[in-house]
T-cell receptor, first 111, second 116 residues
Framework: GDSVTQMEGPVTLSEEAFLTINCTYT??????LFWYVQYPGEGLQLLLK?????DKGSNKGFEATYRKETTSFHLEKGSVQVSDSAVYFC??????????FGTGTLLAVQP | NAGVTQTPKFQVLKTGQSMTLQCAQD?????MYWYRQDPGMGLRLIYY???????DKGEVPNGYNVSRLNKREFSLRLESAAPSQTSVYFC???????????????FGNGTRLTVT
């Protein structure tokens, strides 16, 4: 069935380090892909999105490219900050009538 | 600019007690959802409402009921709480069903429920 797999955390980085969080999916059709972020004590917020192959979503220095050939949507940031510490969720939505989320990856950035 | 509002923020129940979690959105969205978040499990969909007057089961509906009271409000009821329902519950809304590209989800801040 449809599913999303993302790398397990926690991911611990020093400030200004490069970030990659892997996400792969199995789905029928061509879903829209998303990254959501959850800061401590809050609900999820949309971080970025992409709708078709080779689309790149970007926001706040984060990027992810929709790779149909590898069914992936990896999240990257060139230089993380302490304020980026949060839980990141990969997800997809569309014809299935519901948004499917991965299990989330905790990112901890140390000064 | 409230967005999605959930009440209460925290709740402790004893096994067998009942309660209703309230959710309201002020964005005129058609679709609303209830998720639960558990460590290592991510978010799992309990119920959703594609539009006013309709509700459907998600991945984990057992032990829950929902009511789409009007376009703004979508409540989740636990009739007889069990320790397995200890979780953080999130309500969300979107303009259209499915969380499509042009219709991402907007989440409330969650209700932390403990069942003893």
């Amino acid at each position: 069935g449809d599913s999303v797999t993302q790398m397990e955390g926690p991911v611990t980085l020093s400030e200004e380090a490069f970030l990659t969080i892997n996400c792969t999916y199995t789905a029928t059709g061509y879903p829209s892909l998303f990254w959501y972020v959850q800061y401590p004590g809050e609900g999820l917020q949309l971080l970025l999105k992409a709708t078709k192959a080779d689309d790149k979503g970007s926001n706040k220095g984060f990027e992810a490219t929709y790779r149909k050939e590898t069914t992936s949507f990896h999240l990257e940031k060139g230089s993380v900050q302490v304020s980026d510490s949060a839980v990141y969720f990969c997800g997809y939505g569309g014809a299935t009538n519901k948004l499917i989320f991965g299990t989330g990856t905790l990112l901890a950035v140390q000064p | 600019n409230a967005g999605v509002t959930q009440t209460p923020k925290f709740q402790v129940l004893k096994t067998g007690q009942s309660m209703t979690l309230q959710c309201a959105q002020d964005m005129n969205h058609n679709s609303m959802y209830w998720y639960r978040q558990d460590p290592g499990m991510g978010l799992r969909l309990i119920y959703y409402s594609a539009s006013e007057g309709t509700t459907d089961k998600g991945e984990v509906p057992n032990g829950y009921n929902v009511s789409r009271l009007n376009k703004r409000e979508f409540s989740l009821r636990l009739e007889s709480a069990a320790p397995s329902q200890t979780s953080v519950y999130f309500c969300a809304s979107s303009e259209e069903i499915g969380g499509t590209y042009n219709s991402p989800l907007h989440f409330g801040n969650g209700t932390r429920l403990t069942v003893t």
